[in-house]
């Protein structure tokens, strides 16, 4: 039997994955983090919805090749780092 040692909520490795890549992009850069072949996340759908609340990113839907939709964030110029911090410390 597993056990938790915590109560809190944990970051899924794909959050993780998208937070890094915020951290690294520039302005202007496009981030997809779902699609409607893929499938979207809640976690993911909720931390985007945070950091665009933020003023951190644009969220946009672009068509793809297979008629559908990807999800995106466009990085805006606004330093990042700091919100990132505390919206991770929030869920954490």
Do not use: H
Request: proline share 3%.
């Amino acid at each position: 039997m597993n056990v938790r040692t915590s109560d809190r909520p944990r970051i899924s490795k794909q959050a993780a994955a998208l937070i890094q890549d915020l951290m690294e992009a520039d302005p202007g850069a496009q981030i997809c983090y779902g699609s409607t072949d893929q499938g979207l996340r809640r976690e993911l759908r909720e931390l985007a919805w945070e950091i665009y609340q933020a003023g951190n990113v644009l969220l946009v839907q672009r068509r793809n090749d297979r008629n559908g939709f990807d999800y995106m964030m466009v990085r805006t110029a606004k330093p990042i780092a700091e919100d990132l911090r505390q919206i991770v410390a929030e869920r954490m």
